[in-house]
């Protein structure tokens, strides 16, 4: 019992009184106590504190009872062993810093009973169990032979007190006997649980001499890795000592040759790698060095980790390309609508792939604003040569290492986006897809289009060297295909090594078609939909693509579909109904009001505004071009954040006004006395381009001349100060985008007719063109009069495909936008 003063310093909590036979029970996670044992204990939950105290105030004795789950914080009756120990509370212990503790000595084994109270501590009725006093011969050989091992056990411990021993050989009592001993073993607490339910003597004196015998086998084992480790380091240091120590124990359980064996594995995956001669020999040095190593050096995971990536390479693994060119053509038809011109040339390219298998194929480059099918295009091709599809994206990468790899000096280097890709295809000539090339940037780090150069050029590509892989690796049967947005922020070098495929915009009738074929479809799939239970009219998928979406592609018109889905789905799920069909009026009742609207809905005939077409790297639009005279003293003021180019466009296209004013019927005064002012709506975008020559003549023209342009015409076109329309680029995206805002009729350069079977059939039903060559033919189209002759939109005979100048490529600038 503890003395007064520490007594007096305990806390105490004030509990109702217990009936005459119950015992409070303290909770414990692991078995610490046995009878006839004294053993500090640690209290930290309040239960086990209140009953401790409790047994403390009314001088009974302590029942302990171990858990059967130790995570369990507030244990019942169910989380408890049935049998425990019932001690006597020598000393009650608290600390400075707030901490509990009990020094108890084990009377005997207990068996419990009932609960007879859970808060704020256990408490039961406990029934005692008294010791076996049985002294047959066997027990007394058991109990002799269980001295011998301790004593035995005692001498392999390093520090064990003399004192153990002679205690062990005085005690009598078998039962005693065993207790003491399995008390100061360190075996789990189940175990110790199974010593303290074995009431029958014999049955506990068997378990406890197994259990010694185990330890004297650990001891023993232990006691020889020692003596031969101490040998064999000398003067080396702890943890070389610790590794050392494992080793020999890995030894003992047989494991000892694991090392050994993974090192003769990975020398004949070496051999069946199907390397190169070369990296083969150097793959077999850095082994043999890897050999040499100890296990604990630093070097020796990075050596590993090498050989580990040389030997995944698909140095000689070759899928056959099955190339079946109508098979090709039914893959792309069923992948994407329209794009024909894209797919005659795939199929060009796969054409003479079949041909010639040991040639050297052109890289492709699809180019295109976003969401009209580049990367599906990729992995369409795949399909077609059944071969595996392999993408990186290269969006924002701008350290040349993520092409190349690192070197293995640094720490957690690894090899290039190239290399892995590789390897994760299996085979060294899948369709390897480089997506958003043209978002690549330079940086401190170094420049990635550099390093593509190697990759992407079929005469330097055979030989590629990847940092990390420091050997060199045959690309050249890699089908490579990039895709870009831009042409503008993709190196000139870079460029050259590909073969430049432009996709542009979709017109609407194609975009109904691909909503139909596949949009809806997989909306249909993603919303847990069947095509029985919704239905979507060509009038409502029309109305979505005109007033919903204004883009060159089709995911936002995707999304809009899963919008319409996304209602029809709860309304199913809900119960109300079985089947939901959508038509126009439906559209907006669940999309909300249109969100577009046709162009020339926004414009009235007022003199001065004049319609332009403009290039953006997402497809072509629509720009007006607004004039304005005031009082002033001849000065020109540009508004709508125009670029460079564009400011010289209207300097010139007034210039040309003021030159030709007597033919136009302007009186020549008003430039004296007038300011004007020429100004480009969205002016929070930026524009630029020489393109907008001939709309800007036209507005200030039609200003001055007080005669309004008519609102259906929409014109583009460079302009000199002779007068001439010059040719401009992106005819075929300005030309879909003037259909989309319904213009009926579109004044081009006559320079640019080439570039006429570039447009879709149906623009080309949708839209009259007129061809000029001065800017005064242009001027009289555009406010009312008839259009040449010749000016109609028949089709020019077949001739080779327009391309643009590189004068005119680095007028677009790569900006967000527009360029006209």
Known sequence: MADSKEQAAQPRIELPPLPADAIPIVPIRNVALFPGVVMPITLGR???IAAAQEAVRAGHKIALLAQRDASVEKPAAADLYGIGVLATVIRYVTTPEGGHHLVCQGESRFRLVEMLRETPF???RIEQISEPTDTSPEIEARAEFLKQRATEALGLLPQAPPELARMIAGIDSPAHLADLIVSFMDVKSSEKQEILDALDLKERLDKVIKLLAHRVEVLKITKDITEQTQAALGERQREAVLREQLRQLQKELGEGDAEAGELAELESVIAAAGMPSPVEEHARKELQRLKRMQEASPEYGMVRNYLDWLVALPWSKVDPEDIDIGRARQVLDEDHYGL????????EYLAVRKLNPQGRSAILCFVGPPGVGKTSLGQSIARALGLKFVRVSLGGVHDEAEIRGHRRTYIGALPGNIIQGLRKAGTRNPVFMLDEIDKVSASFHGDPSSALLEVLDPEQNSTFRDN???????????LFIATANVLDTIAGPLRDRMEIIELSGYTEEEKLQIARRYLVQRQLKANGLEASQVSITDAALTRVIGEYTRESGVRNLERQIGSLLRNAAVQIASGT???VSFDAPEVVAVLGPSRFESEIASRTSVPGVATGLAWTPVGGDILFIESARLPGNGKLILTGQLGDVMKESAQAALSLVKSQAKELGIDPTIFENSDLHVHVPAGAIPKDGPSAGVAMFVSLASLLKREPVRPDVAMTGEISLRGLVLPVGGIKEKTIAAARAGIKRVILPARNRRDLEDIPQSTREALQFV?????TDALSIALGGAAPAEGDSEPVPP????????????RRQPT?????
Do not use: C, M
């Open 46 to 48: 309040e239960l086990s």
């Open 122 to 124: 256990l408490a039961a």
């Open 340 to 347: 024909e011109k894209v797919k005659r040339r795939i199929l």
């Open 468 to 478: 990390y892989i420091a050997q060199p690796f045959d690309l050249s049967r890699v």
């Open 577 to 579: 109904v079985s089947h």
């Open 771 to 775: 061809w000029v060559e001065n800017v």
């Open 799 to 810: 001739r080779a495909p327009a391309t643009l100048t590189r004068k005119e490529r680095s």
């Open 816 to 820: 967000s936008g527009p360029q006209l």
